[in-house]
């Protein structure tokens, strides 16, 4: 069995982001425990070569644990993928691969990476027919991100990519049913941050086109591949500037031209999604269609405080064909406090909300009265409370919420009428920001 190794190095200046952030959560084991089943032979494999390990956790992904099994090659049985560290050297992390046959474990190839941390692992089919494992982890600066990937088969490879971006995203660009590389890189020097596609032909990945991100993008900081709109799919990208404000821009492949594009890029579309809020883009509404969020102040007449007016967020997907956005879901962004509250559609246009206490957020009609636009009736008021305080014995609000920290509660200042609340309005409506339901208005 032949092992290939390829090196490729890429010149990327050495520019600080956030995206790379990185430590072994793993726990400090020199001696690890006696495993048990399919774990205790991979161990076993490990220790034949000798000397005392500990194993090595990736930090974020879909599989975080130091041993992965998967399904490979598609036969009957599992692969494993392991990755740990010898105690002589920690700055080299090594990665075991295993192949099940007649229910053992057999030594399939080991690599190494010169990292003392990873990133994430994951799986992805770049044109072979079968699975690849893609390794990321830090480059030699805090802006650089490294990946290498692992090919199985006759041949069973290595390909590193050293300081090739700052971030990645992996998904099928051009329709060919197999998945790519897309790599994003910051600026140097005079080059702007630019997002380059890799695809795969034979297992190898081959740069096939590029385009520019804007060059006030400092750091990425929330990456996903799915549709765009029901037509197109691609990355969005969420990343922020050097003041720490968000935008968002979107990453698909363009049929005609034959190359990857960022259409909000081209026509500043991008100035639309600007916000203060960390807020990132998500699918709302579990259609499969990624939502970006356009914030905005929500209506407050000239002589008010607009330091105490609340956002809306219009969650929006971008339509590639019009060039325009379709808003799905409306929400008051109480950012502040640390959570949203989803709009029904009857009131999206005719409310506006206050911060109307340190911890507490109001809700009110805007209507026209003597032809002026004014806030009246107050409808809703929301507060947050400390949990480690909260006493449910005296405080009388019903609660809407709850997590780690804080508890919030409500009250409905106004019950009669069209636009009157109901608890399970408010309860159903109202999510946590730092909650994963974020991604559902109805939970």
């Given at each position: 069995?032949?092992?290939?190794r ?23 084991i020199?001696?690890?425990p006696k495993?048990e ?12 070569s000798?000397?005392?390990?500990e ?13 992965v ?24 992390i090594?990665?075991?691969i ?23 692992v ?8 079968a ?5 990321s982890?830090?480059g030699?600066?805090?802006a ?27 998904g099928d ?40 991100i ?11 591949f ?6 197109v ?23 005609n031209?034959r ?10 579309g ?12 998500a ?13 905005e102040?929500?209506?407050?007449s000239?002589?008010?405080d607009d ?7 219009d ?9 325009s ?16 509250l989803?709009?029904?559609p009857?009131?999206a246009?005719?409310?506006?909300a ?15 009265k003597?032809?002026?636009p ?11 409370y ?7 014995n ?10 780690n920290?804080h ?17 399970d309005e ?6 946590l ?5 974020i ?5």
């Amino acid at each position: 069995m032949k092992i290939r190794r390829v090196i490729i190095a890429a010149a990327i200046c050495l520019i600080m982001t956030g995206c790379n952030s990185l430590s072994l959560n793993g726990p400090d084991i020199l001696s690890p425990p006696k495993a048990e089943g399919n774990q205790a032979e991979i161990q076993e494999l490990i220790q034949k070569s000798g000397g005392k390990y500990e194993m090595v956790y990736p930090e974020n992904g879909e599989f975080k644990s130091s041993v992965v099994f998967r399904n490979l090659d598609e036969d009957e049985d599992e692969e494993a993928v392991a990755m740990f560290a010898r105690d002589r050297d920690k700055d080299i992390i090594n990665i075991l691969i295993a192949d099940k046959k007649n229910d053992d474990y057999t030594l399939l190839m080991e690599g190494s990476i010169h990292a003392s941390k990873i990133d994430c692992v994951e799986f992805a089919d770049f044109g072979t027919g079968a699975e690849q494992i893609l390794i990321s982890y830090p480059g030699s600066s805090a802006a650089l991100q490294s990946l290498t990937m692992f090919t199985l088969g006759d041949e069973c490879t290595q390909d590193d990519m050293i300081n090739i971006c700052a971030a990645h995203v992996v998904g099928d660009y051009n329709g060919d049913q197999t998945e790519d590389l897309l790599t994003l890189a910051l600026a140097d020097g005079e080059n702007l941050p630019t997002a380059r596609l890799y695809i795969g032909k034979e297992g190898q990945l081959e740069e096939q086109s590029s385009c520019e991100i804007s060059s006030q993008v400092k750091a990425y900081v929330s990456l996903s591949f799915g549709k765009i709109c029901d037509e197109v799919s691609g990355a969005v990208v969420d990343a922020t500037d050097a003041d720490g404000n968000y935008s968002t821009q979107i990453i698909c492949y363009d049929y005609n031209a034959r190359s990857v594009i960022n259409p909000l890029y081209v026509n500043e579309g991008y100035e639309k999604t600007k916000r203060a809020a960390a807020v990132c883009s998500a699918d709302i509404d579990r259609d499969g269609v990624i939502e970006i969020p356009l914030c905005e102040p929500m209506e407050y007449s000239a002589n008010e405080d607009d330091a105490t007016v609340c956002d809306r967020i219009d969650w929006s997907s971008y339509q590639y064909t019009q060039a325009s956005f379709d808003v799905k879901q409306s929400a008051i962004l109480c950012d502040k406090l640390g959570f949203l509250l989803n709009l029904p559609p009857e009131h999206a246009d005719i409310v506006t909300a206050r911060y109307t206490g340190e911890n507490t957020m109001s809700v009110y009609l805007w209507e026209y009265k003597r032809n002026s636009p004014e806030r009246s009736t107050k409808l809703l008021t929301v507060k947050r409370y400390d949990k480690e305080s909260y006493d449910a014995n005296t405080v009388l609000e019903a609660v809407a919420a709850e997590n780690n920290t804080h508890v919030y509660t409500y009250v409905i200042d106004t019950e009669e009428g069209y636009y009157g609340y109901t608890d399970d309005e408010v309860k159903n409506n109202l999510v946590l920001i730092e909650d994963p339901t974020i991604d559902d208005p109805q939970k």
